[in-house]
C-alpha cells in the first residue's frame, strides 16, 4: 500500500474532529491553570486577574508538546499497516504483563497507589499503554476464535485473558483503569459475534452480583469482606450523597457540581469561572477539565465537546463497521469501546451521576501518558480505515 | 465476518453511545438549566465573603461630660480560617506555641463552635503583642489560614474605677447569640456582659461594617468588592464623678485595710453609693474588693479569672448584696411615728437602759446603762435603742413595713444596672417558715396535719378574737408535739412577736436592704421626701455628638407624701448626730460642712472553731449639707465593727472630698480610744 493510497484513505472528518478537541482542551488547560494572584486585603491593590504566569504556562506548553508527540506517534501508527500486528501480539501481551509487575514492584506510589515506573527521564504510566496493548492483543485473540463465542464456556478462555492483566492493574489499585478493561473486553465480544443474550447476563448477573456484595458490605462491614479498602469503597459511593463529608470525600463532587451548574447556558466566560479560577474546583486541569468547561462555557460548551466525542465515537463504529476484516474491525470497535467509557465515567463524575476514579476525559484532560495512549488509538483507527474495502464515507 | 451482521452490531453500539451520550445531555441539562440558580449562590457563597468590620463600641463618660472613664484603643487580632484542610489542626498547634495563652485544643473548639459558618473568620485572640504578630509575620507561610487584624477594644483612661459598675465585654457566648440571633450578631462578636456595658448594649455596640472580597479556595482575597463603613457606638454620659469615684474606692480600701489590723473588725468587703439627693443621679457607687476591668480587655486567662471571683471583685454590693441595716433604720421609724400621728417629737419617755416585752430578754440601749428622759432628738441623736422600740411597738409592723416600702427599701429600685436585689422585709409569715425549718421531720409532719386542720377552722372563723383563738390553740397543740426544750424554743420563735416588732424598729431580724436602697431612702429624708429613681446614664449622644436621649429631668418613683415638718424634724435629729454628742460625731465633725447622719451596727453571729462569735457590720448613712442637702451617702463595711468606727471614715472622706476638706490620712491616724466613746459598739 502506498503512501498515497493511506493518506487518501485517512477519515479526515475524524482527524479534524480529533484536532478539534484536543484544541478545545488546549483553552481549557489555560483556563484551569491560569493562576489568581492573591490580594492584601484593606490595600488598594489592582486587581490582578488575567496574570497567566510561567508555571501554569508550562502546563499548556507541555500539553502542546504531548499534542504533537501524539500526533507524529498517531502517524507512526497510521502508517504501519494494522494487518501486520497479529505477529506481534504474543510479544506484545508479554511486554505488558512485563510492565505492570514492574509498576507493582519498582513502581512509584502516589495518592495511596503505584501507577508509574520511571524510564530514564520519563514517568510512564503502563496501565494507560496497557489498554491500547489488551486492544491490539484481544482482538487478534478474538479474530482468531471467531464463531466460536457462543457460549459461556467458550467465553472463559477470553475472560482469563483479559482478566490476568486486569488483575495486575487491579492490585496497583486502579479501578478505574480495570473496570475500562471489562468495557473494551464486552464491546469487542460482541462486535466479534458473542451471544448478545449472554453477554447481557453476564453484565447483568455481575452488576447484581456487585450491588449484592456491596450492599452486604454495608449492612455489615465488618463481617463482609470486599477486595476493596475502605477508602476506596467511600470513594466509590460518595457520589450517591457526597453531602456525607462535604470536605473531604465529597469535596469534589460538590464542588464540580457547583460548577458546572452555575454555568448555566452560556458559561461564565472562559477564565471567568469563579469556582475554577479561586480553585474550588480541584484538579481542574486533568480529572475535572469538563467541569471546567461546564462553569465557563455553559451547557453550549458541555454540549459542543459531548458532539465532538460524539462524531469521533460515530466514525470509529463505522470504520469497524467497514473494516476490512475481523481483527481490523475489532481493533475499532475496542478504541470506540475505550473512549465511550472514559466519556461516560469522566463526564458522569463531574455531573455526580458516576463515582470518583480517576479516569481522565480522552484528548481533553492534562497528561501525557493519557495522550500519547488516545492518538495511537486515534492512529489504529485511521490505520483501519485507510485499508478498509470500498470507500464508503 | 458477514458484513450484515457487523452492520447490525454497529448500529446496537451507535445506540448504546447514543444511549450514553443521551444520559450525560440529559443530566448536564438538569444541572444548567433548572438548577442554576441554587448552584450559582452556592458557588457565590464560596468565594464572596463579607468579612466583618467591628464599630467602635460608645464611650462612657465622667459627670463633667469631658473626663473618658471608658474608651477604645486598637490591638491586634488573629484570626483563623478553616480552610477545609487536612492540616488544620497543624496551624492550629503551630499558632498555639506563638500564642502562649491559648492551647490547640482551645483553637480547636473555637473553630468547632462556628461549623455553622465555614470559611469565615474565627476569632482566636485579641489584644495580641505587636511581637507575637511578629512572630507569626514570619511563619505565615507555614499557617494558611491565619489572619490578623486591628481592631478597637476597651480602653479605660482613668484606671480601675467603678469597674463593677462599667462592667465589661468579651467574645458573645452561644446562649447569648441564641437569644439575640435578630440583632445581628454574629458569633465573633462582642458584647456588653455586665454592668452599664450590658444594659447599654443596644446604644453602645454600633453598627458594625463589611467588606466584600472574592476570596480563592484557600480563603485568600484576591479582590475588593465594597466596603460600608461601621458606625461607632453611642457614648454615655454618666452621673458618675470621676474624682468623688475614686475617692470613694481609695477610702474603701484603707478603711477596711486599716480594720483588718484589729482581729475583732476582719472586715473583706464593703460598699459605697453617693447619689444626687435632687436627681437620683449615682455620683458614686464603689464597691471592695474590685478588680481591674483592663483584665476583661484581650486574653483573660482562667485562674486570673477564678482569682478574682473567688474574692468576690466581681461582685457589685452595692446593689446586689443585702445587709441588716441596723440602727440606720430609726430616722424612718421616727418619721412614720411622727407621719401616723402616734407620736409628737415632743414624745419622751422615762428610758431605764432596756427594752422589755412580753416576757423575753430585755433588748439593751447599746449605752448598758439608764439614759433618762429621752425625746425622738436624742432617740436620734444617741441611737437610743429603747426609745425606738417603743415607738416600734406603737406604730405596730404593718406601718414599718408600710413606711420602709414607701422610701424604698426592700424593693427594687429600678437602677441601670444588672442584678439589683430586691432585698427583703421581715413578715410573720417568713419568720414561721425560717424558725419552722428548723423542727425535726417528725414534728414537721405533726406541724402539716395541724396545719391542714387549723388552716379549714381559721378560713371558717369570723371575728378577730376568733381567729386569735385558734392561732393560741395551733401553737399550744404543736407545742404538745415537740420532742424538745429546744423545739419547743423554736415554736415559740414561729410565732410573730412584740419582741420582733421592737427588734425590726432598731433594723435587726431578718429586713435586708441593699447600700442603695439606704442611700436612696436617706436621699428622700433628705430632698423633702421625694424617692427619685436612681440612675447611672446622664444622656446619651451619637459619635458626632448629636443628643441621643437625655435624662434631664429626675425620674420620681414616688412622692412620699410625709410632711415636710416631719421630715425636718428628723433631718434636725439626723444633724445632731454629727454633733458634738452624737454618735457620728467623732467620724464626721472636721467636715466644712454641716452634716446629717445616722450610725447602724448590724450583729450577726458567727460559728468559729465551734463557738459563737458575734461580729457587726458597720453601717452609716448622711447627706449633707444638712440645711440645704446635696448628696446622699451610704455605707456598709462588712465586719466593720460599728456605724461610726467601721464606715464613718469612708463617708467622711467622700464628704470631705466633695466638700474640700482633709480626708482621713491627710488628718491623723484614726484615733480608735477617741472614737470608742461614740460609736456604738455595743447595742
Known amino acids: 500500500m502506498t503512501f498515497h493510497r493511506v493518506l487518501r484513505g485517512v477519515d479526515y472528518i475524524l482527524l479534524l474532529t480529533v484536532l478539534m478537541v484536543i484544541a478545545f482542551s488546549l483553552i481549557a488547560i489555560a483556563s484551569a491553570t491560569h493562576v489568581t494572584t492573591p490580594i492584601h486585603v484593606g490595600e488598594e491593590t489592582e486587581l490582578l486577574f488575567g496574570v497567566l504566569n510561567l508555571s501554569a504556562m508550562d502546563i499548556v506548553i507541555k500539553q502542546m508538546i504531548w499534542t504533537v508527540l501524539g500526533v507524529f506517534v498517531m502517524g507512526v501508527v497510521l502508517f504501519f499497516n494494522y494487518e501486520d500486528w497479529p505477529k506481534y501480539t504474543k510479544a506484545l501481551y508479554i511486554i505488558n504483563v512485563l510492565m505492570l509487575l514492574a509498576v507493582i514492584f519498582i513502581g512509584k506510589t502516589a495518592l495511596g497507589a503505584q501507577r508509574w515506573i520511571a524510564v530514564g527521564p520519563f514517568v510512564l504510566q503502563p496501565s494507560e499503554f496497557a489498554k491500547v496493548i489488551i486492544i491490539v492483543t484481544f482482538a487478534n485473540f478474538l479474530a482468531n476464535r471467531e464463531g466460536r463465542l457462543r457460549t459461556i464456556k467458550e467465553l472463559l478462555p477470553a475472560f482469563a485473558f483479559i482478566g490476568f492483566p486486569m488483575l495486575l492493574i487491579l492490585m496497583q489499585p486502579d479501578l478505574g483503569t480495570s473496570l475500562v478493561f471489562i468495557a473494551i473486553m464486552f464491546g469487542m465480544l460482541f462486535m466479534a459475534g458473542a451471544n448478545p443474550k449472554v453477554l447481557g447476563g453476564i453484565i447483568g448477573g455481575g452488576g447484581l452480583l456487585g450491588f449484592g456484595w456491596l450492599f452486604a458490605y454495608f449492612q455489615n462491614p465488618d463481617k463482609v469482606w470486599i477486595p476493596l479498602h475502605d477508602y476506596q469503597v467511600d470513594r466509590l459511593t460518595i457520589f450517591l450523597n457526597p453531602f456525607r463529608d462535604p470536605l473531604g470525600d465529597g469535596y469534589h463532587i460538590i464542588q464540580s457540581q457547583i460548577a458546572i451548574g452555575s454555568g448555566g447556558l452560556y458559561g461564565k466566560g472562559i477564565f471567568s469561572g469563579s469556582q475554577n479560577q479561586l480553585n474550588f474546583l480541584p484538579e481542574q486541569h486533568t480529572d475535572f477539565i469538563f467541569s471546567v468547561v461546564g462553569e465557563e462555557l455553559g451547557f453550549i460548551g458541555t454540549v459542543a465537546v459531548l458532539a465532538l466525542f460524539f462524531i469521533i465515537l460515530y466514525r470509529g463504529i463505522m470504520i469497524a463497521a467497514q473494516a476490512k476484516d475481523t481483527f481490523g474491525s475489532l481493533l475499532a470497535t475496542g478504541v470506540v469501546s475505550m473512549i465511550v467509557f472514559h466519556v461516560l465515567v469522566n463526564v458522569g463524575m463531574t455531573i455526580g451521576i458516576m463515582p470518583v476514579t480517576g479516569l481522565p476525559l480522552p484528548l481533553f484532560s492534562y497528561g501525557g501518558s493519557s495522550m500519547m495512549t488516545n492518538m495511537i488509538a486515534i492512529g489504529i483507527l485511521l490505520n483501519v480505515c485507510a485499508r478498509r474495502k470500498k470507500l464508503v464515507f | ?683
Open chain 2, 1 to 683: 465476518m458477514e458484513q450484515k451482521a457487523s452492520k447490525k452490531r454497529a448500529k446496537v453500539l451507535t445506540s448504546l453511545v447514543f444511549l450514553v451520550f443521551a444520559v450525560l445531555v440529559g443530566r448536564l441539562a438538569y444541572l444548567q438549566f433548572f438548577q442554576v440558580e441554587k448552584f450559582t449562590t452556592l458557588a457565590k457563597q464560596n468565594h464572596m465573603r463579607l468579612i466583618p468590620i467591628e464599630a467602635p463600641r460608645g464611650e462612657m463618660y465622667s459627670r463633667d461630660g469631658e473626663t473618658k472613664i471608658v474608651s477604645n484603643k486598637p490591638v491586634y487580632t488573629v484570626s483563623l480560617v478553616y480552610l477545609g484542610l487536612e492540616n488544620t489542626s497543624q496551624v492550629a498547634q503551630r499558632l498555639a506555641t506563638l500564642l502562649p495563652q491559648i492551647t490547640t485544643e482551645e483553637i480547636l473548639q473555637k473553630l468547632d463552635q462556628q461549623k455553622l459558618r465555614l470559611y469565615q473568620p474565627v476569632k482566636i485572640a485579641a489584644g495580641v503583642s505587636f511581637e507575637t504578630v511578629q512572630k507569626i509575620e514570619e511563619h505565615r507561610l507555614e499557617m494558611p489560614g491565619v489572619i490578623i487584624d486591628v481592631e478597637p477594644v476597651r480602653d479605660y483612661p482613668q484606671g480601675d474605677i467603678a469597674a463593677q459598675v462599667l462592667g465589661y465585654v468579651r467574645q458573645i457566648s452561644k446562649e447569648e447569640l441564641e437569644a439575640n440571633k435578630d440583632k445581628g450578631y454574629g458569633p465573633n462578636d462582642e458584647i456588653g456582659k455586665e454592668g452599664l456595658e450590658r444594659v447599654y448594649e443596644e446604644y453602645l455596640r454600633g453598627t458594625p461594617g463589611a467588606r466584600q472580597v472574592e476570596v480563592d479556595a484557600q480563603g485568600r482575597p484576591v479582590r475588593d468588592l465594597g466596603i460600608s463603613k461601621p458606625v461607632p457606638g453611642d457614648n454615655l454620659t454618666l452621673t458618675l464623678d470621676r474624682k468623688l469615684q475614686r475617692t470613694a474606692e481609695e477610702a474603701l480600701a484603707k478603711q477596711i485595710e486599716r480594720l483588718q489590723k484589729d482581729p475583732d473588725t476582719p472586715s473583706k468587703a464593703g460598699a459605697t453609693v453617693v447619689v444626687d439627693v435632687n436627681t437620683g443621679g449615682i455620683l458614686a457607687m464603689a464597691n471592695y474588693p474590685t478588680y481591674d476591668p483592663d483584665l476583661f480587655v484581650g486574653i483573660l486567662s482562667t485562674e486570673k479569672y477564678n482569682e478574682i471571683t473567688k474574692i468576690g471583685a466581681t461582685s457589685n454590693r452595692a446593689i446586689e448584696k443585702i445587709y441588716n441595716p441596723g440602727s440606720t433604720v430609726k430616722p424612718l421609724v421616727g418619721a412614720a411615728a411622727l407621719e401616723t400621728e402616734a407620736i409628737e417629737p415632743e414624745f419622751t419617755i422615762y428610758d431605764p437602759g432596756y427594752f422589755k416585752a412580753e416576757g423575753t430578754q430585755k433588748i439593751w440601749d447599746w449605752q448598758r446603762r439608764a439614759l433618762g428622759q429621752v425625746d425622738l432628738y436624742r432617740g436620734i441623736r444617741e441611737s437610743v435603742n429603747t426609745y425606738f422600740c417603743t415607738l416600734g411597738v406603737k406604730i405596730g409592723r404593718e406601718v414599718m413595713t408600710e413606711y420602709a416600702k414607701l422610701f424604698g427599701l426592700g424593693t427594687k429600685l429600678g437602677v441601670d444596672l444588672p442584678r439589683e436585689e430586691s432585698g427583703t422585709i421581715l413578715t410573720p409569715e417568713r419568720k414561721y417558715d425560717i424558725w419552722s425549718s428548723y423542727l425535726s421531720e417528725e414534728t414537721k409532719q405533726e406541724m402539716k396535719k395541724l396545719e391542714a386542720k387549723y388552716n379549714e377552722l381559721l378560713d371558717n372563723a369570723e371575728t378577730k378574737a376568733e381567729r386569735k383563738r385558734l392561732q393560741d390553740r395551733f401553737f399550744a397543740e404543736l407545742n404538745l408535739a415537740a420532742n424538745s426544750q429546744k423545739e419547743r424554743e423554736y415554736i415559740w420563735e414561729m410565732e410573730w412577736r412584740l419582741y420582733d416588732t421592737a427588734y425590726m424598729a432598731i433594723g435587726q431580724g431578718d429586713s435586708k436592704y441593699t447600700p442603695l436602697q439606704l442611700a436612696m431612702y436617706t436621699s428622700a429624708i433628705a430632698n423633702g421626701g421625694t424617692l427619685y429613681k436612681p440612675h447611672l446614664v446622664k444622656k446619651i449622644t451619637d459619635y458626632q455628638d448629636k443628643l441621643i436621649k437625655e435624662f434631664s429631668g429626675p425620674e420620681v418613683i414616688r412622692d412620699t407624701n410625709v410632711s415636710s415638718e416631719n421630715l425636718a424634724v428628723i433631718r434636725e435629729g439626723m444633724r445632731q448626730v454629727a454633733e458634738a454628742g452624737g454618735t457620728a460625731y467623732g467620724a464626721l465633725y472636721d467636715l466644712p460642712v454641716q452634716v446629717a447622719a445616722k450610725t447602724g451596727t448590724a450583729e450577726f453571729n458567727v460559728y468559729e472553731e465551734g463557738k459563737v462569735v458575734t461580729y457587726s457590720d458597720g453601717i452609716m448613712i448622711a447627706f449633707a449639707p444638712a440645711d440645704n442637702p446635696e448628696i446622699a451617702v451610704a455605707t456598709v463595711i462588712e465586719y466593720g465593727g460599728s456605724g461610726s468606727g467601721g464606715a464613718g471614715p469612708v463617708v467622711h472622706d467622700i464628704l470631705a472630698s466633695y466638700f474640700g476638706g482633709k480626708l482621713v490620712d491627710e488628718k491623723w491616724v484614726y484615733p480608735a480610744e477617741e472614737n470608742d466613746v461614740l460609736s456604738e459598739n455595743q447595742r
